[in-house]
């Protein structure tokens, strides 16, 4: 061992009986990263949650059918894990101290993960199964998916689909990041996707905007769009920016009334007359009945693309098939 005099160390012999003593040294002086290195056990996390919610060791053993001795025991083992007191004395009862304010939403997000991981391979035979994540967005989800899951059911029944939705401007990071397997995204090619590393595309539909208007109103004239409020996305998003493009196509300079981002709520605003807006054919499967769709070609499209990797599995390519040929009907020439 070493101190330190001006800048020259001067090294002090320390003496010690054996080895073993040396080893105790070394170890409390670094007890408490050791105890980290070591973490915990999914046990003690329990006896955690259950003592933090029921407030006492007696009563979290009694729930849980363990001794107080053996509470205590996983209570003292994850004190020295988190290097920290995660309980303070109150009264007969215990509160839970900052740690264990800041452990216990997290504990109990890694029992419920626990617990959904052992449902997921309760029963499973993996030899002859397949699980295949499926990216969705609104219009997509409610249009398609139905089709998509009965279909793999009749060609596919070793495949269980289970859709997520994800927001269609992350689709594609969704996939490269392996979050989903594949999903069903939007490329409008007045804004085309950029090519990227990790992901393949094709193209399985493809629709023209047409004007939202209320059910009933009659074929709008050039004018009536240039002096009308019109509902639009964001401009920093991708369907933002292709709307605003269409618009110009239309050639006029859409004055941008209200900013909304879900289809859903765009299309109700434009059937109660508070101002236009852009869809698709499938868009409007989240409108109701107090909405038309007047077709205007002019105003261009998108494109509905199922995104995987380059080198899918089979069943995920099994699955982009069967979601090609739902949509594929619906094609344009």
Request: proline share 7%; charged share 20%.
């Amino acid at each position: 061992m070493s101190a330190e005099c001006g800048s020259l160390p001067i090294v002090v012999p320390v003496t010690f009986k054996d080895k073993s003593e040396f080893m105790k040294t070394v170890f409390r002086k670094h007890e408490k990263s050791y105890a980290v290195a070591m973490g915990w056990t999914l046990g003690q996390l329990r006896t955690f949650v259950t003592v933090a919610e029921l407030g006492s060791m007696t009563r979290a053993a009694e729930q849980l059918g363990y001794s107080i001795g053996a509470v205590s025991q996983h209570m003292s083992a994850l004190r020295r894990a988190v290097g920290s007191e995660l309980f303070l004395r109150r009264g007969r009862g215990m509160i839970l101290a900052e740690a264990g304010r800041t452990l216990l939403p997290r504990a109990r997000s890694i029992l419920a993960a626990q617990k959904q991981a052992e449902m997921a391979m309760l029963g499973r035979d993996f030899r002859s199964e397949a699980i295949v994540t499926l990216g969705v967005f609104g219009s997509a989800s409610t249009r398609a998916l139905p089709s998509i899951v009965r279909a793999l059911g009749e060609r596919h029944p070793h495949i269980e689909v289970r859709a997520r939705e994800i927001n269609v401007e992350t689709m594609s990071a969704a996939v490269i990041d392996g979050a989903i397997d594949l999903g069903i995204g939007i490329n409008y090619p007045a804004v085309p996707l950029p090519p990227m590393r990790g992901l393949s595309w094709r193209t399985v539909a493809s629709e023209d905007f047409g004007i939202v208007v209320p059910a009933g109103a009659p074929r709008l004239t050039p004018l009536d769009l240039a002096e009308a409020d019109w509902i639009l996305p964001p401009a920093e998003e991708l369907f933002g920016r292709a709307m605003r493009l269409a618009t110009s196509a239309l050639g006029i300079a859409a004055k941008e009334t209200h900013i909304v981002t879900d289809t859903a709520v765009a299309l109700a605003l434009a059937g109660t007359g508070l101002g236009l807006t852009l869809a698709t054919p499938i868009m409007m499967s989240l409108g109701g009945p107090d909405v038309n769709l007047h077709p205007i070609a002019e105003a261009g499209g998108r494109e509905i693309i199922v995104l995987t990797s380059p080198d899918p599995a089979d069943p995920v390519a099994a699955v982009a098939e069967v979601v090609a040929e739902v949509f594929r009907p619906r094609m344009g020439p």
